[in-house]
């Protein structure tokens, strides 16, 4: 079974209907248990990081993705839903950075483009031991955002440009994340969720 976590962000029925073409059971849950036992956990994201890591933090959701990864259960986060698995973000800052779920310990940061947000179809570049896009090669996805990461982390990545480079997708063990949204990006995305499914 999938779990799409529901925190109050992200398009979750039409996450929901994308994972359910994948032949597996999905469900939309903010029940704790239900979310950490699930073979796999998808956490969507829409809107500002702060107000997806507020919702995050209400229902746990921050620590139940810590103790999946813990667990080595594979867990994906789309778009803001990537954003929050990093150490913090600068968006709507004004005084400290706000801090996210901080698995990998790098910040989220503003694109450096002529215009934002980024929204629209874009190619992503990915490393050769990438298993997300495992037959996937010049496709295109779809893009609604204006901050982004822009170091490397994780075993494999993909990369976009958009005023400048920036992290799309991340594979690192158990979890996986992308910046696009796998689920409005028509036949490649269904086929980058069914590769993700066929890991779990």
């Known amino acids: 079974m999938i779990?799409?976590?529901?925190?109050?962000?992200g398009n979750l029925r039409s996450a929901q209907r994308a994972f359910e073409r994948s032949g597996s059971e999905v469900v939309v849950t903010s029940d704790r248990d239900v979310a950490l036992n699930a073979a796999g956990l998808v956490?969507?994201?829409?809107g500002a990081f702060s107000a997806c890591m507020r919702g995050l933090v209400a229902i746990g959701g921050d620590q139940i993705v810590r103790d999946r990864?813990?667990?080595?259960?594979?867990t994906l986060g789309i778009c803001v839903g990537m954003q929050i698995l990093f150490r913090d973000g600068d968006e709507h800052v004004t005084s400290e950075l706000h801090?996210?779920?901080?698995i990998w310990?790098?910040?989220?940061t503003k694109l450096a483009a002529p215009i934002l947000p980024h929204m629209g179809w874009n190619t992503v570049s990915v490393t050769d031991n990438s298993q997300l896009f495992k037959g996937i090669t010049d496709q295109?996805?779809?893009?609604?955002?204006?901050?982004a990461a822009k170091s490397p982390v994780g075993v494999a990545q993909g990369w976009t440009t958009h005023g400048e480079?920036?992290?799309s997708a991340v594979e690192d063990g158990a979890i996986f994340a992308t910046q696009f949204h796998p689920e409005k990006s028509g036949d490649a995305g269904l086929e980058l969720i069914k590769n993700w499914v066929e890991m779990l």
């Open 3 to 9: 779990a799409i976590l529901d925190y109050g962000s």
């Open 43 to 46: 956490v969507p994201g829409v």
């Open 69 to 74: 990864i813990k667990a080595k259960r594979p």
């Open 99 to 102: 801090k996210g779920v901080g």
């Open 105 to 108: 310990q790098e910040s989220i």
């Open 140 to 147: 295109a996805f779809y893009f609604v955002h204006s901050y």
């Open 165 to 167: 480079k920036f992290l």
